[in-house]
Structures are given as structure tokens and as C-alpha cells.
């Protein structure tokens, strides 16, 4: 059952403490996407990674860090640099090449998380 | 810099209009164009995918028109249902490489 997964569902986190939100696919894909959704707002891009072992900063990337040691695992760090991380997040990885189905992007479920 | 653009920002129907939701863009040198669906608290769901080199793309009640030279992109929904409420985005992709550049969005609500 191929497909993109991100855990938790649901974080929450303290003032000042880092966090991580995992994301993991099995679709064989080389680039990978992290975005912020924020109510009534659109999608804002975070970091991505179009192979392992790179990335790049997207339009928010303050206060965030990401690693790509894997090719399935793109893991998002929200440190306590981020001022106001509460929002969804979603991570997201792209097929490459073919003619009819190149380039198509696919979404996890999200994870959602609260700053308490 | 690529703006997307979706009209309406919202849209209530009965049960079984069909309807359209339409995306323009600025910069016709696309690669191709999204369509997705976000229901509340989800992720989004990818409904079609338009090359740049294609006119239109179908899936089941689903049709989504492209016209590169003018900037636009719509999405007929044929026989609207009650289970079609959903948030539907659209973003464009300007090369292979790049990242896509995601609408607003339309929020539909359909009727009993």
C-alpha cells in the first residue's frame, strides 16, 4: 500500500522546546516537500529536497530544520526559533518524469501542531 | 513572479448542479497544473494533473480545462453531490524542477 505517512496526527509542545514531525514515503520518489497551512491562509513552503543528502530553503524556513539521510524519510524540526509555530503541516513528494503522470505532487494526512 | 489566482473564494450549490471553479495564472510558461481537494483537518487529495502540451484532463464527474495563452485553468463538476464539499486548490508548476504555486482556493459546500 504505497503512500505518504506523517506522524503524529496531532503535537503538542511546550514553549522552547524543539520538535519534530516525521514524514516517510514509499512511492520511490526523489523530491519531497514540507508546507505550513495556516487557517484561511494558503500554502506556504517550508524546506524541500529534490535528492538525498540536499535541500532548500522554501519562503519560511526561519526556525525550522530538515534532514535528507533517506530517500523514504524527509524529518521537519520546528525549534524554538519558529515564534509562532502552532499551524498544519504537510508534507508532500513529487513523481518524476513520464509523459502523462510526470511531475504530479502527492500530500500526507498532516500533522497538527498546538504551542501550548 | 507566478501568481495563481481562484474564483470564487466560496460556493454553495443544490444537490446535482454542475459548476465551475476557475484558476488563472500570470505566467503562461507553465510545465503543467494541479488539481487537488482538501477536506477539513486532511491532507489534499490529487484529482487531476494537466500537462502543459495537453487541452484537458477527466476523471469520472470531473473535467479540468487548460488554455496556456490565456492563463486559465477551470474544473467542471458534473451532477454535484453533497459528498464534493471540500476546499479544491489548484497550483501550477513552472519547470519540472520547480515547486508549485498553490491558489487560495474555492471552498464549495453542495446542498441536500
Known amino acids: 500500500d504505497g503512500g505518504i505517512t506523517q506522524s503524529p496526527k496531532y503535537l503538542f509542545r511546550k514553549e522552547g522546546q524543539n520538535v519534530t514531525l516525521s514524514c516517510e514515503q514509499n512511492?520511490?520518489?526523489?523530491?519531497m516537500y514540507w508546507y505550513r497551512q495556516d487557517p484561511g491562509q494558503g500554502l506556504r513552503l517550508i524546506y524541500y529536497?529534490?535528492?538525498?543528502?540536499?535541500?532548500q530553503k522554501g519562503d519560511i524556513a526561519e526556525g525550522y530544520s530538515v534532514s535528507r539521510e533517506k530517500k523514504e524519510s524527509f524529518p521537519l524540526t520546528v525549534t524554538s526559533a519558529q515564534k509562532n509555530p502552532t499551524a498544519f503541516y504537510l508534507c508532500a513528494s513529487k513523481t518524476t518524469g513520464g509523459v502523462k503522470r510526470g511531475n504530479e505532487q502527492f500530500f500526507g494526512p498532516g500533522t497538527r501542531l498546538t504551542v501550548l | 513572479k507566478q501568481e495563481v489566482t481562484q474564483i470564487p473564494a466560496a460556493l454553495s450549490v443544490p444537490e446535482g448542479e454542475n459548476l465551475v471553479l476557475n484558476c488563472s495564472f500570470t505566467d503562461s510558461a507553465i510545465y503543467n497544473l494541479q488539481w487537488f481537494r482538501q477536506d477539513p483537518g486532511k491532507g489534499l487529495t490529487s484529482l487531476l494533473l494537466i500537462q502543459s502540451s495537453q487541452r484537458e484532463q477527466t476523471s469520472g464527474r470531473l473535467n479540468a480545462s487548460l488554455d496556456k495563452s490565456s492563463g486559465r485553468s477551470t474544473l467542471y463538476i458534473a451532477a454535484s453531490q453533497p459528498g464534493d464539499s471540500a476546499t479544491y486548490l489548484c497550483?501550477?508548476?513552472?519547470?519540472?524542477?520547480?515547486?508549485?504555486?498553490f491558489g487560495e482556493g474555492t471552498q464549495l459546500t453542495v446542498n441536500p
Open positions: 529536497s529534490q535528492i538525498v543528502n540536499d535541500f
Open positions: 512511492l520511490n520518489h526523489d523530491a
Open positions: 497550483a501550477v508548476r513552472e519547470t519540472s524542477g520547480s515547486r508549485l504555486t
